[in-house]
């Protein structure tokens, strides 16, 4: 689709992800005139669905938090969300996540000792003071078990190894308000929250236009000049780049390992649980399987989670995402690699879901170069692994302005994504 009637406005933004969609929303919203381009058929970037098998999954982002919810009611998004829970089954143990009361309650009864160990790691954490990454503070602060493996649960989240992922990241949560402590997840699945934001954007005006791809942008006489593939030529004052922002980061820099994941469409004989979103299936010793993970090796044991689609499907059945993490560079596995992975989920996807296995009606292993292949976007969760502070939301060279999860804040989730967004558009509309 090309715009017929305009070639300029006030602002293009190229990416109709989240932090596209909500930075255009809040330009349009001010009175801006805004092109909004993304080279699919379709909006959300990770945020959405896809047909496999004549079947409807979820691409990735699942669950999201509330700030996000904030935002969106914020803006007049026409979306409904519902909070659930994750279940984490740890040995013989069944951890509610966010972690509850009944967890700390326990936690202070039966080891209290380990309890204020925690807290006090956990306030020099937020503080930015001892411990720099997040194995480190499990190994410093906490005895091995259950609290020490919980406590790095969202570097497997993340996908990335305890020794490579920030402490900071337990603060961030509170500091930019993305409020993942209450997980929400949006009615009729995420394809149907990203279509409620390009409807909002449309509805104020804004221009949409996919399956565009653009191909040069030049800044001249003080305008920017997008050049898309139809050779169409458009103009604008400001131009916002959400796409990943590859060139940001030197070649060099570690990324996360991409997620794998098993596609499944269940029989829905076999009950999901009510009012659960994710069941999570975590063996002991993070420290142990997850290096070796990120070392390109074989581990005996790792975590996958399974959630069910939040999608009006069919009458007979539900689809389920399976997500799990290949050995780092095993992007395109054998199918004896797969089977060796599918083996051990086998052998304990059960216990999460009794009787999945003989409901299963259709299931499609996706690698990370399949996913790369069909949706034109890596699988990783956090696309580079850093330290320091993230890429500015501006260019100063260029005057283009960046949004999306690869630049400033923090998070590398969608809460951090669309925040982005949102900045960026301030940081227009107050220029």
């Known amino acids: 689709m090309v715009p017929q ?11 109709a992800g989240l932090s596209g969609l909500v930075s255009a929303i809040k330009l349009q919203r001010s009175g801006k005139r805004v092109l909004l381009l993304d080279k699919n058929e379709r909006v959300g970037g990770l945020c959405g669905t896809f047909t496999q098998g004549g079947y409807e999954f979820t691409i990735a982002c699942n ?3 509330q700030g996000l919810v904030k935002l969106f009611k914020s803006l007049d998004v026409d979306v409904v969300f519902e909070q659930k829970k994750t279940v984490v089954h740890y040995l013989d143990a069944l951890i509610e996540a966010p972690l509850g009361g009944a967890f700390i309650k326990a936690l202070v009864s039966n080891e209290p000792k380990q309890f204020l160990r925690f807290i006090g790691g956990l306030i020099k954490a937020m503080l930015g003071r001892g411990f720099p990454v997040l194995g480190q503070f499990a190994e410093q602060t906490l005895a091995p078990g259950l609290v020490r493996d919980i406590v790095q649960l969202p570097a497997y989240l993340m996908g990335v190894a305890p020794y490579d992922l920030p402490s900071s990241f337990i603060g961030l949560d509170g ?18 929250m990203a279509d409620a934001l390009a409807k909002r954007f449309t509805s104020l005006g804004g221009v949409l ?3 565009v791809y653009a ?97 009006k499907g069919r009458p007979d059945c539900y689809t389920l995402n399976c997500f799990f993490y290949m050995p780092r560079g095993i992007t395109s596995p054998s199918l004896q690699q797969q089977q060796r992975y599918r083996t051990y989920i086998d052998a304990h996807i059960e216990t ?3 009787g999945v296995l003989s409901g299963i009606q259709y299931e499609y292993f996706m690698s ?13 969760v956090m696309p580079y692994i850093h330290q320091g502070a993230k ?6 060279e260029t005057g283009i302005y960046r949004a999306g999860h690869t630049v400033y804040p923090p998070g590398d989730h969608a809460g951090a994504a669309v925040l982005s967004g949102a900045l960026v558009a301030e940081k227009i509309i107050n220029a």
């Open 5 to 15: 009637s305009n070639t300029n406005y006030d602002v293009i933004v190229v990416g």
């Open 63 to 65: 669950d999201f938090g």
């Open 175 to 192: 500091k930019y308000g993305y409020g993942y402590t209450k997980p929400a997840t949006p009615v009729g699945g995420p394809q149907v």
């Open 209 to 211: 236009c996919l399956g």
């Open 215 to 311: 191909q040069k942008q030049v800044l001249l006489d003080n305008q920017y000049q997008i050049l898309i593939d139809s050779g169409e030529i458009y103009t604008a004052n400001a131009l916002v780049n959400s796409t990943e922002q590859v060139s940001l980061y030197e070649h060099n820099t570690k990324r996360g390992v991409p997620l794998s994941m098993l596609l499944l469409t269940i029989d829905k004989s076999v009950e999901f649980p009510v009012g659960v979103h994710t069941l999570v299936h975590y063996p002991p010793n993070i420290e142990t399987w997850f290096p070796q993970i990120d070392r390109g090796e074989w581990p005996e044991a790792f975590a996958f989670h399974i959630f069910k689609s939040d999608i």
């Open 352 to 354: 999460l879901l009794p």
């Open 368 to 380: 990370p170069d399949d996913f790369e292949t069909r949706h034109g976007m890596s699988s990783r």
């Open 391 to 396: 890429p500015d939301n501006i260019d100063l």
